[in-house]
C-alpha cells in the first residue's frame, strides 16, 4: 500500500519539509494545545472519578509541554536538530494517547454526561485533525487517529447500548476513510516534493550547461561573468590581478581546410594547454569561436609577463592531430586590473583594445594595455566619423605622381593618391586616415571611389599611359570586389589594359583562392597587378610565379632609406635581374636625388618614381605635364 499511495524514497524529504512548515507557522499547534489545555483542565475540576482526574491533569500538562516545544522549535529551526524533532514526535505520540484515554474514561457512567461530551468531542476531532494535519508522515498521523479513536470504541463496545454499539461501529470505519485520505494527502504532497526536486536538478544542469562551454569545458561567456566577481572578492589585496584575452591565429584557415571537427580538437587542445600553464584557482574561459580569457591572481607585473609569454609559447607549439601537424599561433592583450577600483567590464574593454593592438602587430603578439591605446582608440573614432562625412562632401581629391621609363625619361604611367584636406585641420596624411579606412571597413568605399575618379582622369590621358592604384585586401575580400573594380572602369570609359593594381605582400599571406579568384577574373579582363613594397615583408618568389604580376616594385627603404650600401645595391640589381628575366618591369620608388637615378638605373631597373621626378599633383596638371612632354623635343627627367 506504501508504494500505492507514493511512500518510498521520498518519505525522508516529505517528512522534513512537512516538519519545516508546521514549524514555521506553528499557530494551527498553539490552537490545538491552548483547546487541550481547556479540555483537561475543566474536565479535571469536575471528574467524578480519580482515573479521569489523573487523565485529564495529564491531558493538560502534555498540552502545555507541546506549546513550549513547539515554540523551541520554531524558534531554534535549522539548529533544533534531531533530538528536538524526536521530543516533539514523541510528544504528539503520548498526546494523543492521553487525549483517547481521557475520552474513555469519561465515558463512564459516573461522569458528568457534559465532561465526557467535551472530552470525547475533543478527541475524535483531534484525531481526525491529525489525521489530516500530520499526512506528511503518514504512519504518525494513523498512530495518532487510532490513539484518540480505539479508547472510545472499547468504551462504547463495553457500555453495549444501541447508541454505544452503533458508534463502535461508525469509529473503525471512519479510521479507516481518514486512512485512505491521510495516505492520498502523503502521495499528493509526495508528488509535489519530487517534481519539485527534479525540477530543481533540471535547472541546475541548465545552468551548469549555460556556464559551461560545450566544446573545451572551460567556462563560458555566462561563467566567466558568474566567477570573476568571485575571483576578484577573494583576491589577496597585495597581488596583481591580470586579465588575458586571447585571439587564435590561422583558426579559421584550420576549420576551412581540415574541417570543423578538427577545428574543436584544435580548440580542446588550446583549453588544456591552458589549464596546465594557469595558476591555481584561475578561470579560464572560451569567449567566442576562437577566443579564450584567463583571469589570473599573480604576485607581481612580472609574473604576469612571464605567464603571457609561455601561454604564448605553449599554444605556438605544433599540434599533433590524427597525425596530422597543426601549428596556429595566439595574439594576447592583457589588462593589470585596479585594486583600488576592479571595474571588470572596463578591464574587459582594455583587454579588447590591447588585443586589438596586439593583432595589427602581426601573429604571436602581445601587448598589455595603456591609456594612450584609449587615446589612440578616440582619435580614431573621430577620423572615421569625419572620413565618413568627407566622402559624403567630396573633401577628398586624388592626386597623381608620374612613374618614370628611366632610359627614356618619359612618362609611363601615373599613380593615383589620395589627398584629404581638411576644412579646419588642412591637409591630413594618409598614414593617419588610411589605417581608419582599412580598420573600419571604409577603405572598400574610399578604394572604389579613387578607381573611378582616376579613371576619369587618367580617360582624357594618352592611350599608351597607364594608371595604378593601390589596392586594399578588404576590397579583394568585398562580396563582388572584382565587379565594382570594372564597373568604375566601365563608367569612366577607360580599357582594363590601362589599369594596373599595386597589392603588398601581407595580402598573401593567408594565400587564400579569394584572393587567386579575384585577380585572376580582373587578369582575364586586361588589368594588370604589381608587387609593391617587395623586399619589406614576407618576400617569397611564390608570390611572383602564382599570381599575375607584371611589375616589381622596390621599396624606398633600399632606395633613399637607412638601409641604402652595398647590400640594398646587390638586392636591387638582384631584382631587377629577376624581373628583366621574367619579362616584368621593376620600378625604384623614392628617388630625390639624381645619383639615386643613377645607381638604379644601372642596377637594372626600369621604372622610377619619386620627387626627383614630381610629387604628386591634380588631375590637371598631370595632363599639363604629359601635354608638356608631348611638345617637348628633349626630356630630361631621366638626367644623370
Known amino acids: 500500500m506504501s508504494e500505492k499511495f507514493g511512500l518510498g524514497s521520498d518519505d525522508t524529504r516529505v517528512r522534513r519539509e512537512f516538519a519545516s512548515t508546521l514549524h514555521t507557522r506553528p499557530i494551527a499547534l498553539y490552537v490545538g494545545s491552548a483547546c487541550g489545555i481547556l479540555a483537561g483542565l475543566t474536565a479535571y475540576l ?46 504528539a505520540i503520548a498526546y494523543a494517547a492521553n487525549a483517547g484515554l481521557a475520552a474513555g474514561l469519561s465515558m463512564h457512567p459516573a461522569n458528568d454526561p457534559q465532561i465526557t461530551l467535551l472530552l470525547v468531542s475533543f478527541a475524535l476531532i483531534f484525531g481526525a485533525g491529525m489525521a489530516l494535519g500530520n499526512s506528511g508522515r503518514p504512519l504518525v498521523a494513523l498512530g495518532q487517529m487510532a490513539l484518540t479513536m480505539l479508547p472510545v470504541v472499547i468504551a462504547a463496545a463495553i457500555l453495549g447500548t444501541p447508541a454505544m454499539l452503533a458508534l463502535a461501529v461508525i469509529l473503525p470505519a471512519m479510521i479507516v476513510s481518514l486512512s485512505f485520505l491521510a495516505l492520498r494527502m502523503y502521495g499528493v504532497l509526495a508528488g509535489q516534493v519530487r517534481l519539485a526536486r527534479e525540477s530543481s536538478e533540471i535547472a541546475e544542469r541548465m545552468s551548469t550547461q549555460a556556464r559551461t562551454d560545450s566544446v573545451t569545458g572551460l567556462a563560458s561567456r555566462i561563467g566567466f561573468d558568474v566567477g570573476a566577481p568571485e575571483i576578484l572578492a577573494a583576491a589577496d589585496p597585495q597581488s596583481t590581478i591580470a586579465l588575458f584575452w586571447l585571439d587564435l591565429d590561422r583558426f579559421k584557415e584550420v576549420n576551412d581546410v581540415m574541417g570543423h571537427q578538427t577545428g574543436d580538437r584544435v580548440l580542446e587542445e588550446v583549453g588544456e594547454r591552458l589549464r596546465n600553464r594557469a595558476p591555481e584557482n584561475a578561470l579560464i574561459a572560451r569567449f567566442g569561436s576562437d577566443e579564450f580569457l584567463l583571469l589570473a591572481e599573480l604576485p607581481s607585473r612580472r609574473d604576469v609577463e612571464q605567464l ?63 591609456a594612450m591605446m584609449t587615446r589612440d582608440l578616440v582619435r580614431k573614432k573621430e577620423i572615421e566619423a569625419e572620413l565618413r562625412a568627407a566622402i559624403q562632401r567630396d573633401e577628398l581629391s586624388v592626386y597623381f605622381q608620374p612613374i618614370i621609363d628611366l632610359q627614356t ?25 588610411i589605417p581608419v579606412a582599412e580598420d573600419t571597413g571604409l577603405i572598400i568605399t574610399l578604394g572604389n571611389w579613387i578607381t573611378r575618379q582616376a579613371a576619369r582622369a587618367c580617360a582624357a590621358w594618352p592611350e599608351h599611359i597607364r594608371l595604378a592604384v593601390n589596392l586594399s585586401p578588404a576590397q579583394i575580400r568585398a562580396p563582388g570586389g572584382a565587379l565594382g573594380i570594372l564597373r568604375a572602369l566601365e563608367d569612366a570609359g577607360l580599357s582594363p589594359e590601362r589599369l594596373e593594381l599595386e597589392v603588398t605582400e601581407s595580402l598573401f599571406l593567408e594565400d587564400d583562392a579569394q584572393t587567386a579568384s579575384f585577380m585572376d577574373q580582373l587578369a582575364r579582363q586586361g588589368v594588370q597587378f604589381a608587387l609593391d613594397d617587395f623586399g619589406t615583408g614576407y618576400s617569397s618568389l611564390h608570390y611572383i610565379n602564382k599570381y599575375p604580376f607584371r611589375t616589381i616594385k622596390v621599396d624606398r627603404s633600399f632606395v633613399s632609406g637607412a638601409r641604402m650600401g652595398r647590400r640594398s645595391d646587390a638586392i636591387i640589381r638582384a631584382v631587377a635581374e629577376m624581373g628583366a628575366t621574367l619579362g616584368m618591369e621593376t620600378v625604384a620608388e623614392g628617388l630625390e636625388t639624381v645619383e639615386q637615378v643613377e645607381a638604379v638605373r644601372e642596377a ?37
Open 46 to 91: 469536575h471528574a467524578a472519578t480519580p482515573e479521569l482526574a489523573i487523565a485529564s491533569l495529564l491531558l493538560a500538562l502534555i498540552a502545555f509541554s507541546r506549546s513550549v516545544t513547539t515554540f523551541g522549535a520554531a524558534r531554534l529551526k535549522k539548529r533544533a536538530g534531531n533530538a528536538m524533532r524526536a521530543a516533539y514526535w514523541t510528544g
Open 308 to 370: 603571457a609569454g609561455r601561454i604564448s609559447n605553449d599554444i605556438a607549439a605544433p599540434f599533433r592531430l590524427s597525425g596530422a601537424r597543426v601549428e596556429i599561433g595566439t595574439a594576447i592583450g592583457v589588462e593589470i586590473m585596479d585594486r583600488t577600483d576592479p571595474d571588470l567590464e572596463r578591464s574587459l574593454q582594455n583587454a579588447g583594445l590591447a588585443l586589438y593592438h596586439a593583432r595589427t602587430g602581426g601573429r604571436n603578439q602581445l601587448r598589455f594595455f595603456d
Open 409 to 433: 625619361g618619359r612618362i609611363r604611367a601615373f599613380e593615383a593618391l589620395v589627398r584629404w584636406f581638411h576644412p579646419e585641420k588642412g591637409e591630413l596624411p594618409p598614414d593617419e586616415f
Open 604 to 640: 637594372g631597373c626600369t621604372l622610377g618614381q619619386g620627387y626627383h621626378f614630381s610629387r604628386a599633383v591634380p588631375a590637371h596638371l598631370a595632363l599639363l605635364m604629359l601635354e608638356e612632354e608631348m611638345g617637348a623635343p628633349h626630356v630630361r627627367r631621366a638626367a644623370g
